[in-house]
C-alpha cells in the first residue's frame, strides 16, 4: 500500500513538472532577466543578438552615415559631427573631435537625453597605444582599454583620452556635436532597429 502511495505521488508530481513546462514554453517564458540598455550595459548583459550582417560606416568628409546588411546598402543618412573634427582625428577629451577607426556598438540607451543612442567602443586599442605613447594615460589605463576591446565590451570612457562617443538622435541640421554622430530621430529609429550590441561601425574619411 505505501509503494503505491508512493507510486502515485511521484507520477502526481511528474505530471505537474510537465504541465509547468508546458506553460512556460506557451508563454514563452525564458527565465532570463529582461535585456540589460542603457550606459555600461555590454554584450554579456543582455541584447546580444546576431549582428545580422549589419554595419556602418559614417564619411566625416561627407557628413554622412551608411547603413549595410550583408554588405548591401539599405540607405545613407545625413550626421553632424564634432565641431572640430576637420582637424584630425580625435585626441584627448574636450577636444570636440569625432574619432577615426574601427569599433562597435557597445552600448544601447533608450533613455537618452538625445532621443536614443548606440555607444561606440571608443577608445580603441590604437587609441590606448597611441595615448600611453604620448604620456596622455597610464599603463594601467590602456591595458584596461586594451582588454574591453579584446573582450567586446565599454571601454573606460572616464580617461583622458575622452569617450562616450554615441550616434544619437536629435540632429541639429548644419550644426556641430561634442565629438558623437547625430542623426535626425527617424533615422535613429531605424538605426536602433538593426542595431545589436556587437555591430562594426568605421568611422573614416
Known amino acids: 500500500m ?3 502511495s508512493n507510486g ?3 507520477f502526481k508530481r511528474l505530471i505537474s513538472g510537465v504541465l509547468i513546462f508546458v506553460m512556460a514554453v506557451s508563454l514563452d517564458i525564458t527565465g532570463y532577466a529582461e535585456p540589460i540598455v542603457g550606459p555600461g550595459a555590454d554584450i554579456a548583459a543582455g541584447n546580444t543578438g ?3 550582417g549589419v554595419s556602418i560606416y559614417v564619411s566625416k568628409r561627407l557628413k554622412t552615415l551608411s547603413l549595410k546588411q550583408n554588405g548591401v546598402l539599405i540607405s545613407q543618412y545625413p550626421v553632424s559631427l564634432g565641431a572640430s573634427s576637420a582637424e584630425g582625428n580625435k585626441k584627448v577629451e574636450g577636444d570636440l573631435r569625432t574619432p577615426s577607426g574601427e569599433f562597435y556598438v557597445c552600448t544601447r540607451n533608450d533613455k537618452s537625453v538625445a532621443y536614443l543612442s548606440l555607444g561606440l567602443s571608443y577608445p580603441g586599442i590604437k587609441d590606448a597605444e597611441r595615448g600611453y605613447a604620448d604620456g ?5 589605463q590602456r591595458d584596461e582599454i586594451v582588454n574591453a576591446n579584446l573582450e567586446g565590451k565599454q571601454p ?3 580617461t583622458p583620452l575622452g569617450g562616450a ?3 544619437h538622435g536629435c540632429r541639429v541640421p548644419g550644426g556641430n556635436t561634442h565629438g558623437c554622430v547625430a542623426v535626425d530621430n527617424d533615422v535613429m529609429d531605424v538605426l536602433w532597429s538593426y542595431c545589436n550590441l556587437g555591430v ?3 568611422i573614416g574619411p
Open 2 to 4: 505505501n509503494w503505491a
Open 8 to 10: 502515485c505521488k511521484f
Open 165 to 167: 562617443i554615441m550616434i
Open 156 to 158: 573606460p570612457w572616464d
Open 50 to 52: 546576431s549582428t545580422n
Open 136 to 140: 596622455i594615460i597610464t599603463k594601467e
Open 200 to 202: 562594426p561601425v568605421t
